[in-house]
């Protein structure tokens, strides 16, 4: 359901311009990113034998969000944004970045590069903040990757809601007036 600025939104404040925008930069990251890496996920432990998943969400907000920058400052981590993390530009480039862009780098490179040697992106050389759970077919669990990570930053069922949405409830609506031969 789509509501106009004048109906009130689910938390029953009224719904604002922000909050459609808000709206639809979720269902187009939902559709485009999200359910296409959950669904693969999924299936990679549910068939996987000699293989393992780990499973991130960068929620490091955006250095172009904010004030006079081109996003609005509720937007979080951009598509492709680790690329950043992974290969050290805060380091190469200190002036653009500051200390916490830093040790987020540090902790990206220090999980990926374990991984890439160990295939277990908490055992390795380099040490990494918070231990990072595989994901399981029995545990969907994930770690949310930012600059002050803790325990609290495993999470379990990534938006699983709106994966459900996508992957199940949508495409078993029917359709009035279209058949399946069309």
């Known amino acids: 359901?789509?509501?106009?600025?004048?109906?009130?939104?689910?938390?029953?404040?009224?719904?604002?311009?922000?909050?459609?925008?808000?709206?639809?930069?979720?269902?187009?990251?939902?559709?485009?990113?999200?359910?296409p890496a959950q669904t693969a996920i999924y299936l990679h432990a549910a068939h996987a034998r000699s293989s393992r998943a780990f499973s991130y969400l960068l929620s490091e907000p955006s250095l172009l969000a904010g004030p006079g920058k081109p996003y609005n400052d509720?937007?979080?981590?951009?598509?492709?944004?680790?690329?950043?993390?992974?290969?050290?530009?805060?380091?190469?480039?200190?002036?653009?970045?500051?200390?916490?862009?830093?040790?987020?780098?540090g902790y990206i490179i220090a999980y990926w590069t374990n991984f890439a040697r160990t295939g277990?992106?908490?055992?390795?050389?380099?040490?990494?903040?918070?231990?990072?759970?595989?994901?399981?077919?029995?545990?969907?669990?994930?770690?949310?990757?930012?600059?002050?990570?803790?325990?609290?930053s495993v999470g379990q069922e990534m938006r699983l809601r709106f994966v459900r949405l996508w992957t199940s409830t949508l495409p078993n609506l029917q359709s009035h007036g279209v058949t399946d031969a069309q």
């Open 1 to 35: 359901m789509l509501c106009s600025p004048a109906q009130s939104g689910t938390s029953g404040h009224p719904t604002t311009r922000t909050t459609i925008k808000k709206a639809a930069v979720d269902i187009g990251t939902d559709f485009l990113f999200l359910v």
């Open 74 to 105: 509720w937007v979080g981590a951009d598509h492709a944004d680790d690329l950043q993390y992974v290969f050290g530009k805060p380091f190469t480039t200190p002036k653009a970045y500051g200390d916490r862009h830093r040790d987020l780098s």
């Open 120 to 152: 277990n992106p908490n055992k390795g050389n380099m040490q990494a903040p918070v231990n990072w759970p595989e994901f399981t077919s029995t545990g969907h669990q994930f770690l949310d990757i930012h600059a002050k990570m803790n325990e609290s």
